[in-house]
């Protein structure tokens, strides 16, 4: 069945780092693919979205390419800033009307001044 | 448009007791989705309605179950409550059709079973 793996957290960067947070997903076809933050006592909020190969998404800063040869949909930041610190998670949903969402574990990103 | 609203915000229960949660979907969203969150298990999904129709189910034993209305609007019943059952709850609407669509979340109901 479909599936979505992501790296393992918690992350903690100094302000101004490269961020990259790892995701890679198991599914059948094409599925469009997702990014998703969460900051504290909050609910999810969209961060990007891709939904065909080699398409990029990008929002806030934060971009991710959709890599059909490597299924994968990689999340970076080239200067993360403190108020990037939260709780990422990357999901996909299949093509077909009605296919549900599949979310991964979620990476935990705190950012030090 | 508003956004996904989620009622009440926090509850407290005692084991054995039942819960009802409710969620409103933004405007024209015909699809709700419930999830629960803990620390251990993450974001973990348990069920998609639409059109009062439950579609999609996740691997949660029967005492939590749902329910939709004809204007979209979802409720999460679980009964017998048990400690485990403490986690925040989510709800998500989408625009449902052709094409894929992003969810949306509503903020959560966090419950705590005593």
């Known amino acids: 069945g479909d599936s979505v793996t992501q790296m393992e957290g918690p992350v903690t960067l100094s302000e101004e780092a490269f961020l990259t947070i790892n995701c890679t997903y198991t599914a059948t076809g094409y599925p469009s693919l997702f990014w998703y933050v969460q900051y504290p006592g909050e609910g999810l909020q969209l961060l990007l979205k891709a939904t065909k190969a080699d398409d990029k998404g990008s929002n806030k800063g934060f971009e991710a390419t959709y890599r059909k040869e490597t299924t994968s949909f990689h999340l970076e930041k080239g200067s993360v800033q403190v108020s990037d610190s939260a709780v990422y998670f990357c999901a996909l949903r299949g093509l077909n009307t009605g296919n549900q969402f599949y979310f991964g574990t979620g990476t935990s990103l705190t950012v030090i001044p | 448009k508003a956004g996904v609203t989620q009622t009440p915000r926090y509850l407290i229960k005692t084991r054995g007791q039942q819960v009802t949660l409710s969620c409103s979907p933004i405007?024209?969203?015909?699809?709700v989705s419930w999830y629960q969150q803990t620390p251990g298990q993450g974001l973990q999904f348990l069920f998609e309605y639409f059109s009062e129709t439950q579609r999609n189910k996740g691997n949660f034993p029967g005492r939590f179950s749902g329910r939709q209305f004809s204007n979209s609007r979802s409720e999460m019943n679980v009964s017998t409550l048990e400690l485990g059952d403490s986690a925040l709850y989510l709800c998500?609407?989408?625009?449902?059709?052709?094409?894929?669509?992003?969810?949306?979340f509503g903020p959560g109901t966090r419950l705590t079973v005593t």
């Open positions: 998500a609407s989408s625009l449902d059709g052709q094409g894929v669509h992003e969810q949306y």
């Open positions: 405007s024209g969203h015909r699809s």
